[in-house]
């Protein structure tokens, strides 16, 4: 009988020792039993994780620890959901600083994707510690279609790992050009994780290479001047050098992301310009401070990812230096938002303005190809150079428009509407058939690409006049306010001349064709009564003709300018369809 009371007292405390373990902190653990590692580290840098190990990686450390956890959004386009980690300290602020990062949106570039592993693996075990006032999220894998695309040559001069993703998901789409078209599940899902979080700061992980230097880490912050007001003088007069000062001290010398391609960084270059299609112009839209980790695919694997560690802690630490700032700052700029009677749509850089940066780059030689029998150009390693060089980071406003007080959207535009529900914008339905004053707007020109680029034929550099109208509106037309915290978003894709505007995407091309016209043959008659009854209209007509030799010669030209000036002529040809309301 002593035998089995010996092996219940061996068992009970077997089972007390394993409930003493799992009941801690959330932060400590028998290192013993979690001894996880990562693809990463058991190749000592060579490869990285493939999407089942990530997610496995993780899952295993949300059972571990109760600091992590682990949430499934929406679906992407290859039908798995999109995953989000989150980390935060049990009791934690009830108002802490929120940090999101993204990885894998381009899965051939993996450095983030291993070093946020490294990261969560750390801030779990307490091996590395940061304040109660602060919360990580990290989405593992944003492009899932494309980690599970894997191979070893996409990434054509990239050097390492030796396998990876590939840049287009499963719809081909390059998934940093949808934030504002939202052809793919994965944005939509993404629309959901960041309104659930409304990260302080975002920060989405690259890798790249337009010429050869001697960075490994070049960062690219959201263009301070599009983020507007003290918060992006803030951005460009404290936060960012804070971090290229925390990263110096850690000895990783960064640079301002290198936007040249096939040439010498040494003659300068220019701030990207990271408009709403790209992650960290989207979600400046609602005054994040964004900017892309982006690491040199011409240095070793292993040394991108320990920058990409770096660098995210970096940010983190200078985050929570300057928290109530930074959330302030946020606070007051959407206020400002609604308060302002004009807004700057479109932005250029501003070349009367440089700053100047201490290079650290190699000598450029100009060789003959002996591929090609032509010129080339070879960045020289043996001739490493520490120049200054300038740099162009202030942009000015090209355009603005007046904010209207809401905009008027008929029903029968859903594509439109189901986005204003993905990005959290308010809106109300009329209840009655209702005649309102409304500005409208009506497309006069616009270029249009001839090649396709991610699915569409974008627009550009579009054109509209303006003219006050009473107009009848429908039961179930939706009134969309700006004064919300969605202002941005409705600015820059309801007003058709902003560049990654809803029109320049092409959501309203049906209103661009004609669909009725006239018979020449039959229209002679009428076009000489409608001049004789109109005389301004027939001198304005006369005139063109002295005046433009090229209409002069082009008989059904004429007939059309007649007829487009008449009452026969369809008044919703160019006729946008989303209409602004001032009173």
Known sequence: MWKYSLLFIIILSLFSCKNETKENDGNETNEEEFNITTTFEDSKGYSTSTYEEVIHF??????????????????????????????????????????????????????????????????????????????????????????????????TNQKGPAEYGFRGNAKNLDLNRDFIKSDSKNSKAFFEVYHEISPDIFVDTHVSNGADYQYTLTHLFTQHNKLGGDLGEFLNQTYRPDIERDLEEKSWKITPYVNVFNKSPEYGFTQFN??????????????????????????????????????????????DK???????????????????????????????????????????????????????????????????????????????????????????????IELLKWNDISYTRLFNDTLMEVEAYRIEDFKTRNSPYEGHYLHSETKVSSEIMQRQFRSGDIIVNTNQKGIRYLLETLEPEAVDSFFNWNFFDSILQQKEGFSPYVFEDLAIEILAKNPELKAEFEEKQNSDPKFAKNWYAQLDWIHKRSKYYESTHRLYPIFRVHN
């Open 58 to 155: 993780y899952e295993k450390l949300a059972e571990e620890f109760s600091s992590v956890s682990i949430q499934e959004h929406y679906e992407t386009d290859i039908g798995k959901p999109l995953k989000l980690v989150k980390f935060s300290k049990e009791n934690g602020s009830d108002s802490p600083l929120k940090i999101l990062i993204n990885n894998g949106i381009h899965p051939g570039e993996p450095d983030g994707v291993d070093a946020s592993m490294l990261l969560f693996r750390a801030l779990a075990k307490g091996d590395y510690k940061i304040p109660e006032n602060i919360e990580i999220y990290a989405i593992p894998i944003y492009n899932v279609g494309g980690a599970l695309n894997r191979n070893s040559y996409s990434r």
């Open 274 to 319: 990271d408009s709403p299609r790209y992650s960290t112009g989207y979600t400046s839209l609602w005054n994040s401070i964004g900017l892309m980790i982006e690491t040199h695919m011409l240095k070793p694997y292993n040394k991108r990812v320990e920058g990409t560690l770096s660098m995210l802690k970096s940010i983190i630490e200078i985050s």
């Open 322 to 416: 300057h928290q109530k700032e930074i959330q302030n700052l946020r606070q007051d700029r959407f206020e400002k938002l609604v308060e302002a009677e004009y807004y700057p749509i479109n932005f250029k850089v501003d070349s009367t303005q440089n700053t100047t940066l201490n290079f650290l780059g190699y000598e450029v030689e100009k060789l003959k190809s002996e591929v090609t029998g032509l010129d080339r150009i070879k960045f020289n390693r043996e001739k490493p150079y520490n120049k200054e060089i300038k740099y162009y980071n202030s942009f000015k406003p090209t355009d603005s428009v007046k904010i209207p007080k809401s905009y008027v959207i008929p029903q029968q535009w859903t594509s439109v």
